[in-house]
């Protein structure tokens, strides 16, 4: 189960679109998930799997971005690791 998130952020695309990542941690620091925040926000996405630690938001590259998500895509999201 997810217990601890961090948010890493690309800045927005040329539409003003976010370019928002949470990364979900289990309770070894080993990561689960990886879920787009777009509009969303971290409070609603996390809410499920409260109480968690939240580590902070962070900048990272466009490139990181589009790769935690392509990991990711397609695949079902682990229990307790939020939405």
């Known amino acids: 189960m997810a217990k601890t998130v ?12 976010p370019r928002r990542v949470i990364l979900f941690f ?6 689960q998930y990886a879920v787009d925040e777009g509009y969303g926000n971290l409070t609603d996405i996390c809410k499920p799997i409260e109480p968690v630690t ?4 962070f900048d990272t590259t466009v490139k990181q971005y589009k790769e935690l998500l392509k990991r990711y895509e397609g695949r079902a ?4 690791c939020g939405l």
């Open 26 to 31: 289990d309770e070894h620091g080993v990561e």
């Open 6 to 17: 961090l948010r890493l952020n690309a800045g927005n695309d040329n539409n003003g679109n």
């Open 77 to 80: 999201m682990p229990i307790g």
């Open 54 to 57: 939240y580590l902070g938001t």
